[in-house]
């Protein structure tokens, strides 16, 4: 079946360094890959996506590359701040025959200091 | 749009009670997800419905559980009888048609059962 591996958290550090979060997936044929973010006390909300091979995904300085050869969707920032400390879920979508459904990572918690 | 609608915010209950937690889609969105979360278990799907039917409900825990979406505006998660451990942080979600759109996350019924 589908799944989502990323690493486990938290992940801490400090003010403008830069941020990689690791994701690899396993699934048929071609879903589309997704980085939500969980601010405390709140819901996921969508960050960026990409949905099809080579695709970048990109939103408030976070990119993330659709590589299907390595079945990797890793998510960068090259300058984290304060605001960015949260909880990252990567997350695949694959039309199956019963729907449309989401799969979703444990999720990888990021702080970041001054 | 206001996004996906969750009432209540918070629901303090007592073992052995009915709590019914209800969601609101967004409007035009076919598909409608109840999602779980905890610390021990993350982000777990229990049911999803497409134009208000039940697709897969296999990640339902228990009997105790069930999950209707009588209309395309409105769904209901009922727990009878509740249990401490059901204690939880309970997501409704809605997407719209096409295989490759995302999920919008309301933000959620914090649970407790004591």
Known sequence: GNSVTQMEGPVTLSEE??????CTYTATGYPSLFWYVQYPGEGLQLLLKATKADDKGSNKGFE?????ETTSFHLEKGSVQVSDS???FCALSRLTGG????????GTQLKVEL | DAGVIQSPRHEVTEMGQEVTLRCKPISGHDYLFWYRQTM???LELLIYFNNNVPID????PEDRFSAKMPNASFS???IQPSEPRDSAVYFCASSPPGQRAEAFFGQGTRLTVV
């Open chain 1, 64 to 68: 993330a590359t659709y590589r299907k």
């Open chain 2, 40 to 42: 021990m278990r993350g």
């Open chain 1, 86 to 88: 949260a909880v990252y």
């Open chain 2, 76 to 78: 209901t998660l009922k």
């Open chain 1, 99 to 106: 729907g449309n459904k989401l799969t979703f990572g444990t």
């Open chain 1, 17 to 22: 360094a830069f941020l990689t979060i690791n």
């Open chain 2, 57 to 60: 409900d296999s990640g339902m």
